[in-house]
């Protein structure tokens, strides 16, 4: 229709008309395109939905979710992620401000630095860990461990360091290295759900952000005390 609009054919943007239902009726052109008159065959290629396949139980299967060791352990790996997450994105503006000495306007534009850095640590290593999966050199498992814990680790090392520090400036690359190098453990912990259950990831992914979000209540109110 588009292609005959913009050739100028006047009678292109009349409407096709549509079953009581709302869906578009078979056509003469639909049946030669497919090469076939059956209605109920050109329903499955012009439309997924009637396809004539077998129901598929989609229902979320909560007993094997519940019962799954991996995806608590996945539920605790984003619990404690969220939690530094939470803290750090609180108080760092309060970190620059009252421990660093910064006014507040360049508290403000400083402390976005290490978040722009996990930003962009995060695309590549979601990049990272694909490239690594599809090369086959160690499994899915191997990669999802060591991603989470490399990032973990190494966000938690950087961070005590910059309580050890004596200059702003090594205090903000510090505090930079830790948040985004924490970014790292995304190839390890949100990359992970559609592995446990491919087909139910969605419901896995709301009872741990449910339970991870709880950090952003709790962390703040710990470091504030």
Request: glycine share 10%.
């Given at each position: ?87 750090l994105l609180t108080f760092t503006p ?132």
């Amino acid at each position: 229709i588009m292609q005959a609009i913009a050739a100028g054919d006047p009678n292109a943007a009349r409407a096709r008309p549509v079953n009581d239902d709302g869906t578009a009726p078979l056509m003469a052109a639909d049946k030669g395109k497919h090469g076939n008159d059956d209605e109920a065959e050109l329903l499955g290629v012009i439309d997924p939905l009637h396809a004539g396949a077998d129901p598929v139980d989609d229902s979320v299967p909560w007993p094997s979710i519940l019962r799954s060791r991996a995806a608590w352990a996945l539920v605790m790996a984003h619990t404690v992620y969220n939690t530094g997450f939470y803290a750090l994105l609180t108080f760092t503006p309060s970190f620059f401000n009252d421990v660093l000495d910064y006014d507040v306007k360049h508290a403000g534009v400083t402390s976005v630095i290490p978040y722009m850095a996990q930003t962009i640590v995060s695309w590549l290593t979601g990049y990272a860990a694909d490239r690594v999966r599809k090369s086959g050199i160690v499994s899915t498992t191997v990669v999802r461990k060591s991603f989470a814990t490399f990032g973990l680790l190494m966000g938690a090392g950087f961070l005590v360091a910059t309580g050890y520090v004596r200059t702003n400036t090594a205090a903000v690359v510090m505090l930079t290295l830790a948040v985004s190098l924490a970014g790292v453990a995304q190839g390890g912990i949100h990359s992970n759900f559609p592995d446990l259950f491919p087909n139910h990831a969605g419901p896995l992914m709301g009872i741990s952000n449910t339970l991870a979000t709880v950090p952003g209540i709790v962390a703040p109110s710990l470091v504030g005390y």
